[in-house]
């Protein structure tokens, strides 16, 4: 929860707005990647990324508010 809400003053600070849809493909694609070479499945990777975001998304919003 920390890292998200050091994540929205960052953004605030440079007039971004919470989701930033190129940043979250690529990180993604590195994690699949990383997945791949770790012979993990890269979509269950992804997965857990993919919630991890939606979390820091929503709490970036509602700590905004």
Known sequence: ALLA????RAKQ????GVRDSSREASLLGDR????????????DVEDIFRAILRFSRQLQRDDGE
């Open 5 to 8: 809400r050091r994540a929205r």
């Open 13 to 16: 600070d440079i007039g971004e």
């Open 32 to 43: 699949r990647a990383w997945a791949r070479e770790e012979d993990l499945a890269a979509e």
